[in-house]
């Protein structure tokens, strides 16, 4: 079911943990749906300079959660950006059809980051990333709509 | 521990025993022939699967004529619904079922709502019995079929039978049970139950798989769906499957005859596990009722942390579990059984279903009580959800 990339970063995961001084701090998914990501950013002129995070999830959400951290630790914020599900997915080797979910979580975490940290600085409107599936009008369940279609099993 | 595994996932499947294998080894390439033949080896084939039948009818405490092979337990599931249903709907088309039967027996309620029956899921408690009460009050003129599980594949939960059943047989009402789970584990005598149909599926008690049964009381109405040749006494067509039906035969005969022992073993490692994991494992809870439950399955949810994850850890130690949480079931909601006792959805997505067989040992039970409390902890420690706990302390 998972690459080899995939249960290594289940087995050994990278940056678990908080940052207790971190400036920019996102939570994304909920218990619901079985997906909760949390992710602790450390931003000095502009560049993420630790990452860590916590997840309550499976295989898939440890292994992306754990791919993120790794991908966007010394990239600047622009850079981190531009990190998208796809991305993290490619990095593992790719993920099961039913778990991409996972890896839009860990984009959405990350984007959930910077955005508190934009808004501790005061560089963004009070939007919030926070997913709980009931629409795709945010597009934040893009890809996973099969998963919240009524009339599966 | 080496590269043996540990198998703790019975209510799964099981392995085939090796006496249940040496039975049906002459069926493939010796002894093949087709039972409706009439030279004698057909003949030989027919009485083959004459004494597994009669075997399988000992076993319930019904007579050979009234069991019939299926598939599997699925298959008996859907002939008991579909084939009563079609053949009573003159008389009514109510059917009352739980909310925490099997897949088998849900989805052909969701079919048969489709095609204009009225189906009553009853509900449950929070140990998952389903309340005599609530049975009453949900019959109607037009119900024409009670379907209730004999114990649940989950969390184990044994429910009232013999009650139901002796209720059924008062109103008049045909009563059918899937006992996949139960046979072997529980002592069932149809006749006393007042059952009058039940499911069982050979791979639940060392049989092999793709094989089952169902009993059908004599004097049932109920319409075939498999339509075909005259097997079964031409209620369900198709060649039998002559190595399967004497391995189910051999299987049930063997799973009856050491009942009392094996249930005596699995308690034991049960209780082992069940009292060893609370008392080292913080925010744990056992899903299901604390003593009516089969003696082999221990179902616990572990709060903060998610089952899939949980899976795959004992995966890389060997342990063979399973879990109710949505991940790893591939659907977004966490187990209905789970839901159907009230569990929150966190709480259910952290479950671990562990299901003790004949070749566990305590050395098993020793192994597991020392390795869960470490994965736990560790996926606690990787959990927003635990630190959120942690930190109000």
């Known amino acids: 079911m998972y690459s080899q990339k995939v249960m290594d970063h289940f087995s050994n995961p990278r940056n678990v943990g908080e940052i207790e001084d971190a400036n920019g701090v996102g939570q994304v998914g909920n ?21 860590k995070f916590k997840t309550f999830g499976c295989g898939a959400a440890v292994a992306t959660s754990s791919m993120a951290t790794e991908l966007i630790k010394g990239k600047t914020i622009d850079e981190a950006m531009k990190i998208t599900n796809q991305t993290v997915a490619e990095a593992l080797d790719g993920l099961p059809p039913a778990k991409m979910h996972c890896s839009n979580l860990a984009e959405e975490a990350i984007a959930a980051a910077l955005e508190d940290y934009r808004r501790r600085n005061g560089l963004a409107a009070n939007e919030s990333v926070d997913c709980n599936g009931c629409c795709s009008s945010c597009h934040h369940s893009e890809g996973r709509e099969d998963n919240f279609d009524e009339d599966e099993d | 521990m080496g590269n043996r595994i540990i198998y703790l996932d019975h209510a799964a499947t099981t392995y085939v025993k090796p006496e249940v294998f040496e039975a049906m080894k002459p069926y ?30 000992k076993a319930l405490g019904a007579e050979p004529r009234e069991i019939y092979f299926t598939s599997s337990g699925s298959e008996a599931d859907n002939w008991a619904l579909k084939g009563v249903a079609a053949a009573n709907k003159k008389k009514g088309n109510h059917i009352i ?33 389903v309340s005599l009460e609530d049975l009453k009050n949900a019959v109607k003129d037009t119900t024409i079929l009670i379907s ?162 949980l899976l795959l850890m004992l995966d890389m130690i060997g342990v063979c579990g399973s879990s109710g949480s949505a991940c790893s079931s591939g659907s977004l909601d966490p187990s209905h059984v789970l839901m159907a006792i009230g569990l929150p959805h966190e709480i259910a997505h952290g479950s671990l279903r562990l299901t003790f067989g004949e070749e566990n040992t305590q050395e098993d039970v020793d192994f597991i009580l020392e390795e869960i409390p470490k994965i736990v902890s560790r996926l606690r420690d990787m959990s927003p959800l635990y630190e959120a706990v942690k930190n109000k302390k």
């Open chain 1, 31 to 51: 218990a619901k749906c079985g997906d909760i990501m949390k992710m602790y950013l450390k931003i000095e002129d502009n560049v993420i300079v630790d990452a």
């Open chain 2, 97 to 129: 079922t739980s909310a925490i039967e099997h897949p088998a027996i849900m989805n052909t309620c969701k079919y048969l709502q489709g095609e204009g029956f009225e189906v009553t899921y009853l509900p449950v408690d929070s140990d998952g019995m």
């Open chain 2, 148 to 309: 209730i599980m004999f114990a649940n594949n989950e969390i184990g939960t044994i429910q009232p039978i013999q009650e139901i059943g002796a209720f059924a047989r008062e109103k008049g009402i045909l009563f059918h049970t899937d006992a996949v789970q139960a046979i072997g584990n529980v002592a069932i005598d149809v006749q006393k139950m007042n059952i009058d149909l039940l499911s069982l599926s050979g791979h639940k008690f060392y049989g092999p798989k793709g094989i089952g049964a169902l009993y059908i009381r004599k004097g049932v109405k109920i319409s075939s769906f498999i339509h075909g040749g005259a097997q079964e006494r031409g209620k369900r067509a198709s060649t039998e499957n002559l190595p399967g039906i004497v391995g189910l035969g051999k299987a049930i005969e063997l799973a009856t005859e050491n009942m009392e022992a094996y249930n005596k073993k699995l308690l034991e490692l049960r209780e082992r596990t069940i009292e060893g994991l609370m008392s080292r494992i913080p925010y744990i809870r056992l899903n299901g009722h604390r003593t009516n439950r089969l003696p082999g399955n221990v179902n616990m949810s572990f709060e903060f942390i998610e089952g899939e994850s």
């Open chain 2, 28 to 57: 493939f390439c010796e002894h093949f022939g087709n039972a409706s033949s009439i030279y004698s080896l057909g003949r030989e084939s027919k009485k083959a699967i004459e004494e597994a039948r009669e075997k399988v009818a």
